[in-house]
């Protein structure tokens, strides 16, 4: 029988940027992770966020691109570095647009605790959704969903309908009962409802303290034991989410949402959020009406070159925590992938003393 892909084909990849930059992104995350991990539980979550950003700029700085942050460590105002609208780059090269989480999970890293990693995402410009740093409020699954909406239309989700029928068709996408899905969501008093929804619809549920990025990234990953992500969290968080997910062919739905409302502050601290951000909002186009519209993946990433990658900082769901050797020899976990399909899990060891350190399997 004949093989269905060339070998060319299978190493097709969707544009310059995955030809070009995937191999380099990597490297860029794993930069930032093994320079986390040295402050894995020091208890300083700053500092180590501080480590992974300037690792990461350094990284990113050599690369030949004409690259933007769009989402990054927040306005110019409050971040030195990897700010929102900073040119990172040689400024020779395709135009990229970034979305950055240079440590994904800082409480995590800095506690010691399972989930931390230094993601990144790249697209073609106007690739990445250019939003302000709040929240977004979210649904993220797996392919076998779209693929399930696809066949019957008029069992689509919706970010407002009753949970129990969003997960009644995860269920039959997944073709498993009700009772066997995991939801994951951040463990804060604004979920308290949904949580309860979640636990009454027959569906089991995991907290997270912190991150959940890579648990939406693990929707699209069968064995992983996560079937959906729900919950208001980073806007960022949520976009590099979106830039995962569609390259793995799931999908998220979102809505902007202020901290303040998510959080059910005071109108007071309402009215001063909206004073404060509303301005930047109308500068990029958004309204206090526009603000509640629904946004699919396609909204969130529009790009058709998109590449992903995340290297683990401590333990997570499917990859190992950075180990560090002495003498500066490291060995960092990464998953990586490009909208032409192709996703690579990858075991990089970096050794300096080729005879003193051994090399483990
Ligand atoms: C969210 C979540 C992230 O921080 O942004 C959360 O998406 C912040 O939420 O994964 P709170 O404002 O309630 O603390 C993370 O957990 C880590 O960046």
Same mark, same amino acid.
């Given at each position: 029988?004949?093989?269905?892909?060339?070998?060319?084909?299978?190493?097709?990849?969707?544009?310059?940027?995955?030809?070009?930059?995937?191999?380099?992104?990597?490297?860029?995350?794993?930069?930032?992770?093994?320079?986390?991990?040295?402050?894995?539980?020091?208890?300083?979550?700053?500092?180590?966020?501080?480590?992974?950003?300037?690792?990461?700029?350094?990284?990113?700085?050599?690369?030949?691109?004409?690259?933007?942050?769009?989402?990054?460590?927040?306005? /110019?105002?409050?971040?030195? @570095?990897? #700010?929102?609208?900073?040119?990172?780059?040689?400024?020779?090269?395709?135009?990229?647009?970034?979305?950055?989480?240079? !440590?994904?999970?800082?409480?995590?890293?800095?506690?010691?605790?399972?989930?931390?990693?230094?993601?990144?995402?790249?697209?073609?410009?106007?690739?990445?959704?250019?939003?302000?740093?709040?929240?977004?409020?979210?649904?993220?699954?797996?392919?076998?969903?779209?693929? #399930?909406?696809?066949?019957?239309?008029?069992?689509?989700?919706? !970010?407002?309908?009753?949970?129990?029928?969003? !997960?009644?068709?995860?269920?039959?996408?997944?073709?498993?009962?009700?009772?066997? *899905?995991?939801?994951?969501? $951040?463990?804060?008093?604004?979920?308290?409802?949904?949580?309860?929804?979640?636990?009454?619809?027959?569906? /089991?549920?995991? !907290?997270?303290?912190?991150?959940?990025? @890579?648990?939406?990234?693990?929707?699209?990953?069968?064995?992983?034991?996560?079937?959906?992500?729900?919950?208001?969290?980073?806007?960022?968080?949520?976009?590099?989410?979106?830039?995962?997910?569609?390259?793995?062919?799931?999908?998220? *739905?979102? =809505?902007?949402?202020?901290?303040?409302?998510?959080?059910?502050?005071?109108? %007071?601290?309402?009215?001063?959020?909206?004073?404060?951000?509303?301005? =930047?909002?109308?500068?990029?186009?958004?309204?206090?009406?526009?603000?509640?519209?629904? @946004?699919?993946? %396609?909204?969130?990433?529009?790009?058709?070159?998109?590449? +992903?990658?995340?290297?683990?900082?401590?333990?997570?769901? +499917? *990859?190992?925590?950075?180990? $560090? +050797?002495? /003498?500066?020899?490291?060995?960092?976990?990464?998953?990586?992938?490009?909208?032409?399909?192709?996703?690579? +899990?990858?075991?990089?060891? #970096?050794?300096?003393?080729?005879?003193?350190?051994? *090399? #483990?399997?």
């Amino acid at each position: 029988m004949p093989h269905p892909k060339t070998v060319e084909e299978m190493s097709d990849c969707a544009g310059p940027i995955e030809c070009e930059l995937l191999p380099k992104l990597i490297q860029v995350t794993e930069a930032a992770a093994i320079a986390a991990a040295y402050q894995m539980g020091r208890g300083d979550k700053h500092f180590a966020d501080q480590v992974a950003v300037a690792a990461m700029r350094r990284m990113l700085n050599k690369l030949n691109m004409n690259g933007v942050i769009k989402i990054g460590e927040g306005e /110019r105002d409050e971040a030195p @570095m990897l #700010y929102i609208g900073e040119k990172v780059g040689t400024g020779a090269g395709v135009d990229v647009d970034i979305a950055v989480d240079p !440590l994904e999970g800082t409480n995590l890293t800095a506690d010691g605790c399972p989930g931390s990693v230094a993601v990144m995402a790249m697209a073609e410009r106007g690739g990445i959704f250019h939003g302000p740093d709040i929240y977004i409020d979210k649904i993220v699954v797996g392919p076998e969903v779209v693929q #399930y909406e696809a066949e019957h239309p008029e069992e689509k989700l919706e !970010l407002d309908a009753p949970v129990s029928r969003n !997960l009644n068709i995860v269920a039959k996408a997944l073709d498993r009962k009700v009772q066997e *899905l995991v939801v994951v969501i $951040l463990d804060r008093p604004r979920h308290a409802q949904k949580i309860m929804e979640i636990r009454e619809a027959g569906a /089991r549920v995991k !907290l997270v303290s912190d991150g959940d990025l @890579m648990p939406g990234v693990a929707t699209a990953i069968r064995g992983s034991g996560i079937h959906m992500v729900m919950g208001a969290g980073g806007s960022g968080e949520a976009v590099l989410t979106a830039a995962a997910i569609k390259t793995l062919g799931g999908k998220i *739905l979102g =809505r902007l949402v202020l901290p303040s409302v998510a959080n059910g502050k005071t109108q %007071e601290e309402i009215d001063a959020e909206i004073e404060e951000k509303l301005p =930047r909002l109308e500068k990029m186009g958004i309204s206090l009406q526009t603000l509640n519209e629904v @946004m699919d993946t %396609e909204k969130l990433v529009p790009g058709k070159d998109v590449i +992903f990658s995340a290297s683990a900082v401590t333990p997570g769901h +499917f *990859l190992h925590e950075v180990s $560090l +050797f002495g /003498r500066g020899d490291a060995r960092v976990n990464t998953v990586s992938m490009g909208s032409s399909g192709t996703v690579r +899990f990858t075991d990089s060891i #970096y050794i300096k003393d080729k005879q003193k350190t051994p *090399l #483990y399997l």
